[in-house]
T-cell receptor, first 111, second 112 residues
Framework: KQEVTQIPAALSVPEGENLVLNCSFT??????LQWFRQDPGKGLTSLLL?????REQTSGRLNASLDKSSGRSTLYIAASQPGDSATYLC??????????FGAGTTVTVRA | ETGVTQTPRHLVMGMTNKKSLKCEQH?????MYWYKQSAKKPLELMFV???????ENNSVPSRFSPECPNSSHLFLHLHTLQPEDSALYLC???????????FGPGTRLTVL
């Protein structure tokens, strides 16, 4: 059974600092990995999708890397802003097409 | 409206009530999903529908009953729920089961 772990569970940084969020998964047989953002009490917004054949994806200040062999992905957010405060979820798509989610990292960016 | 919508956004119900959650997607997708999100726990997949047919029931108790009348609408019928069923219920859709999923805003359910 695929297990997805996100460490740390919570993170607080001053504005302007770069954010590094980690995701690990136990089974490297994945189709893709997706990073989501969730604001309190709200739904999920997709940030980046990395196919299993890719090593990284970039969108604006966001960069996500994927090392399938070691079962790891990292989301980098450059020059953090208070508006980046949210919970960030990592999910892997496993061979039966389901998404397996981590519990998330809650980020607070202090002004 | 665009994207994935869910109604109601908030619901409080007693254990003997019957209620329904509604999800609608305006993306032309063929697959729809129900997820449960409890505090501090990963999202749990409940049901998957592909072309209106249920393809996944992730050992969900029978007090939750899904219905998918067409590819754009998905319902979750609730009856005799327990307090531990209180959670955020999220609906999602995708073009098919392989592609990226798009989520609705969720229904915050409280069972008294």
């Amino acid at each position: 059974k695929q297990e997805v772990t996100q460490i740390p569970a919570a993170l607080s940084v001053p504005e302007g600092e770069n954010l590094v969020l980690n995701c690990s998964f136990t089974d490297s047989a994945i189709y893709n990995l997706q990073w989501f953002r969730q604001d309190p009490g709200k739904g999920l917004t997709s940030l980046l999708l990395i196919q299993s054949s890719q090593r990284e994806q970039t969108s604006g200040r966001l960069n996500a890397s994927l090392d399938k062999s070691s079962g790891r992905s990292t989301l980098y957010i450059a020059a953090s802003q208070p508006g980046d405060s949210a919970t960030y979820l990592c999910a892997v798509r496993i061979p039966d097409y389901k998404l397996s989610f981590g519990a998330g990292t809650t980020v607070t960016v202090r002004a | 409206e665009t994207g994935v919508t869910q109604t109601p956004r908030h619901l409080v119900m007693g254990m003997t009530n019957k209620k329904s959650l509604k999800c609608e997607q305006h993306l032309g997708h063929n697959a729809m999903y129900w997820y449960k999100q409890s505090a501090k726990k990963p999202l749990e997949l409940m049901f998957v529908y592909n072309f209106k047919e249920q393809t996944e029931n992730n050992s969900v108790p029978s007090r939750f009953s899904p219905e998918c009348p067409n590819s754009s609408h998905l319902f979750l019928h609730l009856h005799t729920l327990q307090p531990e069923d209180s959670a955020l219920y999220l609906c999602a859709s995708s073009q098919d089961r392989v592609n990226e999923q798009f989520f609705g805003p969720g229904t915050r359910l409280t069972v008294l």
